[in-house]
């Protein structure tokens, strides 16, 4: 349980999917820089071509609570999100937990001037500074795919109202997030994510940036899109930018 849980469960959509709740580190409310990082959605454990939850199972069960069949298979872990970060936490760490150990390795380089060269069980726990949450609120319906591609599996006629269903709620439901937890800065490390949001109705567009993915090759990796950055050095310089304005 963190401070804000008692506030956070009262979200409507909590109430149906308090497996989706955020993670809150232990040490979130009292480090003055508060930080949501906002990542992008959790997946399931389908391929293409083995497709049991597709566009319409969603459609029909996932937003009005009617969904205990997919709660009752053996990967409904997967999409816990505070499950997951215990896990990792816990060094219970896999290769699809790469994104928490870039985000841990640059906010340590960067804001406890401590280098991370090799994670750790014990140096993992920098992430509790953190407040950690995926966007979309429903998971990516084909393992290890991103979330719009997913959509696209078996009924494409069904895609575009499920992702315009999806992103509405999702952004209905950050901003709730973001009101209880008031967070300093929220970052998406998930372009998708963010141009999701931004094409939603929302409200909390000053507290807003946006990373490359820290699980995609682009975090080591420099690119022309972001200034011939790497997703790390993006990410170091928007933490920078937020330190000094609370110094």
Request: with cysteine; net charge neutral; charged share 20%.
């Amino acid at each position: 349980m963190s401070y804000y849980d008692a506030e956070l469960v009262q979200i409507p959509f909590y109430k149906d999917h308090p497996e989706l709740l955020p993670f809150v580190g232990s040490s979130f409310y009292d480090f003055k820089y508060k930080i949501l990082i906002v990542g992008e959605s959790h997946y399931i454990d389908q391929t293409y071509g083995n497709v049991r939850y597709d566009n319409s199972y969603f459609l029909n069960h996932w937003w009005n609570g009617t969904h205990d069949e997919i709660n009752s298979e053996p990967f409904s872990g997967w999409y816990n999100t505070r499950g997951v970060i215990e896990n990792y936490l816990n060094g219970n760490r896999s290769k699809g937990h790469l994104i928490f150990t870039n985000l841990v390795k640059a906010f340590s380089e960067c804001v406890l001037n401590q280098r991370i060269d090799s994670i750790t069980t014990e140096n993992s726990q920098v992430f509790q500074y953190l407040a950690f949450m995926n966007f979309f609120q429903m998971p990516s319906i084909i393992r290890g795919e991103k979330y719009w591609n997913s959509l696209l599996n078996t009924d494409q006629s069904t895609a575009i109202e499920l992702w315009n269903v999806c992103k509405v709620n999702s952004a209905k439901v950050l901003d709730a997030v973001i009101d209880i937890l008031k967070p300093k800065v929220v970052i998406f490390s998930s372009t998708s994510a963010f141009w999701a949001y931004q094409e939603a109705e929302h409200k909390h567009n000053s507290l807003i940036e946006c990373v490359p993915h820290a699980g995609c090759k682009w975090w080591n990796k420099k690119c022309k899109k972001y200034g011939n950055k790497s997703g790390k050095e993006v990410f170091i310089d928007v933490l920078t930018k937020h330190l000094k304005t609370t110094q």
